[in-house]
């Protein structure tokens, strides 16, 4: 059974604080992923991983940066955190793609880390 | 354009009623397709994959319409515990695209 876990359900921080929120997946994954979830929004890509120390920006990496030091191991950091980044984060994890042209694996979510930044 | 939408709902309906939810798609290449079930609060779990043009499991079927590039989600014989959010996704490139979601609330 995949799990994927985040360290943390809630925290609470100040505006200019540093954050780290890891992930960690226990299935041997290659690819890693960090969103935010805001409502009317949906899920926003932030970065993703498809291997140790490798990370690609996704839709909205300002203000965001990831570290992928192990294969299990997936941290988003906020450099400087502000309100706006007031949001519910989420990590996943999926296989490489599947045999056959186009297709996919589906990925696997961690709780969420509801972070709000005061 | 949106790579991927859907229609926000929300779908109130009673039990024992068949819904179903729309989602279409941009890129016209795609072929893998997923619907995931998000509870209030929760991360979003998998409730289906489509890899060809459908796919059953016990009262959910889920559609896929290349020409029209909209893939379906039916519900039938609707659950008090099916009320959540269902989400459309659509992989494309090196990214997975979510919809913004489809609230459902079955009603006693």
């Known amino acids: 059974d995949v799990k994927v876990t985040q360290s943390s359900r809630y925290l609470v921080k100040r505006t200019g604080e540093k954050v780290f929120l890891e992930c960690v997946q226990d299935?041997?994954?290659?690819?890693m992923f960090w969103y935010r979830q805001d409502p009317g929004l949906g899920l926003r890509l932030i970065y993703f991983s498809y291997d140790v120390k490798m990370k690609e920006k996704g839709d909205i990496p300002e203000g965001y940066s990831v570290s992928r030091e192990k294969k299990e191991r997936f941290s988003l950091i906020l450099e400087s955190a502000s309100t706006n980044q007031t949001s519910m984060y989420l990590c996943?994890?999926?296989?490489?793609?599947?045999?056959?042209?186009?297709?996919?694996?589906?990925?696997?979510f961690g709780p969420g880390t509801r972070l709000t930044v005061l | 354009r949106k790579e991927v939408e859907q229609d926000p709902g929300p779908f109130n309906v009673p039990e024992g009623a068949t819904v179903a939810f729309n989602c279409t798609y941009s890129?016209?290449?795609?072929?893998?397709f997923f619907w995931y079930r998000q509870d209030c609060r929760k991360e979003p779990k998998l409730l289906m994959s489509v890899y060809s043009s459908g796919n059953e499991d016990g009262r959910f079927t889920a559609q896929l319409n290349r020409a029209s590039q909209y893939i379906s989600l039916l519900i039938r014989d609707s659950k008090l515990s099916d009320s959540a959010t269902y989400l459309c996704?659509?992989?494309?490139?090196?990214?997975?695209?979510f919809g913004t979601g489809t609230s459902l609330t079955v009603i006693p």
């Open positions: 299935m041997d994954h290659e690819n």
């Open positions: 890129n016209s290449a795609s072929q893998s």
């Open positions: 996704v659509v992989p494309t490139g090196n990214q997975f695209y």
């Open positions: 996943a994890s999926s296989p490489l793609k599947r045999a056959g042209v186009g297709r996919y694996n589906e990925q696997f």
